[in-house]
């Protein structure tokens, strides 16, 4: 018998290629390498690396390696790069939705000859469930592994952790509860020694700290603490899933954030300066002015990981700047930044190609490091998935990497002056531990440090790690010399961030000094100033934080009015309400600041002033200050608000308290004192701010029935509210025939009309909806009334309107009839007693020249082709009008005649295998147009929107293929079981009543859910009659609905869906 090393010397005397001793393949299916078994694994296999390279593309200045591949490194979620280029790997084998244990690790993975390519792989932590952002320092790996963050150290430095503590409890959600999808995501370290962890929108509970400080987030934003689990506080909320923040060398930092699939918030760029709020679920849509606008709206994505890149081998154009990942894109952006007031503007560069690229980290040798998930699904599907690129700049040689934990302190000193942002990082993180040991001679180091922050030469990058230095390693004799050094702006709000993040930051700025820098000229030292005011000088800061209130740059006005709510000043912002010298701004801003105060105080006061001023301009803001007062958020008790969170806001989950009544009682009042314009204003306000119109609803449709003049507003009103008395009906019909009816109110009017069942209404809107549409109103109201009436999920109930109307043919009217017929009768869902009786309307009216004539008409201006055959068939019609305008059809849909009989006669993607299929329309091209046309004939468009404007129905499709690619798409429409994606799962609803009901969730409120089911049908139920719910493992779509298609129609589809992709980047 051969022994293993007889036989790999007979290889070698052969001339046969030798694998590495030891290295072995692995085969399992169901579950991870063990760590012996890792130990035998190369890092990259070889056979791998040509075809992983043709994934991959950066710029000319830079050069390519394959770093890691499977199976010893799978499934990469996150990367952190030591300074050193070692690097650590969340690696998750449960993708975004399984919850199976022992699929999560973190690898260590080293390049030990300098050729670019991993050679040793380590289970730095063997098994962690949920494992994904986390920062190495020194010898201890910080990992946010939801529910927990802890820290693991490496004692030994052999590339295994042999200590886990935990630093923070229950910043996240366990498998008990749901994935890890939308939940607690990256890891940041920041130069002022913070740590920063991104949540997405499912947020967490009550996660508690080393310090007992215990925290809630309902929804996404930033939250940070200190690396030993003390003062975990809020950073930013109001973003939706985000999964790593970018943090500059100056603590500025950025995301790329989520799209929430239709509902008007699509990929987003966030600039984070601190405290900032920006808006989801709850603001933006109707109360923008309240938050920090995004630098950029990006159309169709998925945001994923981020990193801030300052390394001097980079090409000063890439340089310096934040970059982010896009999964569904399959790039690395760069984005240039121009500073703009207290913010910025941003472009975006293309940086890097990669498959489904999940995250991307810098070591200090400035080489970037980027994974990908490769051949993942959204669960475990084996170990061949994901691969990591190394990305490095042509030509540059870094200067040698020092030890930093032999270096003098005055090299660690000279260290924060390295141009490269992550050798700085390391110096100051070990100086920071050489103070701490009391190794040091505190005095002469502190002088060192304090000459770098001082040194206007230095870069700014160094300045501040200088700046938090003196902060975090001597706070005791930093106190009294960093406020003297804030008359350089440069270093002010450096060292204002740094103060504020102190263990005991009240009182270390005098309120004078606050004053001074509120006052610079400096946006960025306002800001940072306003930022820290409330800790810093608290309750005293006041007078100088009101003097500020209508500061010109947004983002300074929002860190004053966040600042003045923080402290509490309610008497300084009475005054300024009060002073009739006051400017609308100012005022505004006052009010914004006590309209987030909810204490019976606050609300008395402004009733009071409210009934006794006597400017209705001023009573304007009062009105709106004392509805957003009406109600308060309700408590969390941790029940998820899904994909589909309602964006109604100002408050997801409102509540009454002990104001609520009072306020009531005072709007009621105003509203029956009020004019037509008041009482206007105060139904809008009522209707913004989802309080129920009860007694004032009824006090204006009396009024309005004797008070034309009041028709506007309660159309202004009923056009926002979900359900319209039928004692509104009659006024709102008036409304909309009315001839002084201005354009505005007759399209508001139109678009509460569409919401009821009652066919007067309807034959209203069939008169009005043309001449609306024949302006241009104010707010875009005139497309918005033709959306309502286009999507109105009550057509079906009205059909006998629209026929009826249509078989008249005459004018107008008729014409716009015949839109919703033909839509009716070609949807393939819905009622079905109300496709028959369009069909047969249309059908029927075919045989009529004048009816046949407005059937064309109406198929060209809406784009329907589901009667092609019929349209194509016209073309020889005895009547030459007829004749012609079928050409014109014809020409407008874009179909060739033909193609199209051709086409009829062609074998269908039902009657063919799968596979075929599938191969096929990855090569065919098909017309985009007449993908649109299929896409609403086979019925798609009865559950998808495409238009980020059309009211949610079932998973938005407008950015679908900036997501997916060719193949994914057409085996999601073959088999749309095979996987489902988050968002794209229904709902198996069991009531109280015994009811069950399955549906698509369009909106989450806090007390009711609407659904939308497989017969198009809204419906709203409210969460006290549910019994029990749970998501379904199919899909609301049924298979074959393509079954009729040919493959070129079908490829047709692809293309559509494609062409809305390109139009949203």
Known sequence: MISPLSRLSLLAALGLALPPLGAQTFTAKDRQPTPEELTHLPAVTASKVDGLMKDVSAPSEFQVTIFATPPAVNYPVFVAAATDGTLYVSSDGNGSLDRKPHLGRVLRVRDTNGDGQGDEVKAFVADVDSPRGLVWDHDRLYLLHPPDVSVFIDKNGDGVADEKQTLIRGIGWTFKDRPADHGSNGLTLGIDGWLYAAIGDFGFMEAVGTDG????LRGGGVVRFRPDGSGLETWADGTRNILEVALSPELEGFTRDNTNDGGGWDIRLHHFSGRTQHGYPRLFKNFGDEIIQPLADYGGGSGCGAAWIDEPGLPARWNNAPFTADWGRDWVYHHGLTPKGATMTASQEEFLRLPRVTDLDVDGNSAVYAASWKGASFTWVGTEVGFIARVSPKGYTPPAMPNFESLSPEKLVEALRSPSHRRRLEAQRS???????????????????RDVAADDTASKGSRVAAVNAMVLGFPQESKGRLPRMMSDEVLAPAILHALAGSAQPRGLVSPDLLERLLNSANPVVRRTAANSASRLVGPAATPALVSHLADPDPIVAHAVVRALSDVSAVEACLKVIDLATARPEVRTAALRVLQSLHQPGVADALIQRLSSEKSESRRAGLITALCRLHFQEGPWKGDSWGTRPDTRGPYYQPEAWEGTARIAAALKAQLNRAEASEAALIGRELSRHRIPAGDALETLLTRAASEPSLLPAVAAQLAESEEIPAKAVPLLV????????????????????VKTVDPDAWRAVLMALPKVQATKSENNLAEKAANAFRNAPKLDQVHGVFESVAAEAEGPSSALAETAVLRLASRKVGAPEARAAANASLDAGWSQPKRRLQILKAAAQIGD??????????LDDADPTIAKTARETIGRLKIDPEKFRAEAKAAKVGDLPIDDVLAQVQKITGDATRGGQLFGQIGCNG??????DEPVKGPYLGTIATLYKRRELAEAILLPNKTLAQGFVANHFELKDGTEIDGFV?????????????????????ISQISQREKQQRSLMPEGLAA????RELASVLDYLEQLSRGSK
Request: glycine content about 2%.
């Open 943 to 948: 559950c998808h929107t495409v238009k980020a």
């Open 213 to 216: 400080t215990r925290l809630q």
């Open 431 to 449: 100086l920071l531990r050489r103070t701490a040991a009391a190794r040091v001679d505190r005095n002469s180091v502190l002088a060192l440090v």
């Open 1002 to 1022: 369009v909106r989450e409120a806090a007390d009711a859910v609407t659904i939308r089911t497989i017969a198009a049908i809204e419906q709203t139920i409210p």
């Open 1044 to 1047: 009729g298609l040919t493959v």
């Open 865 to 874: 082709a589901s009667r092609a055959a019929a349209f194509v068939a016209a």
């Open 734 to 753: 008036r409304a909309a025939n009315a001839t002084e009816t201005s354009d505005a109110a007759r399209a508001q009017a139109i678009i509460a009309l």
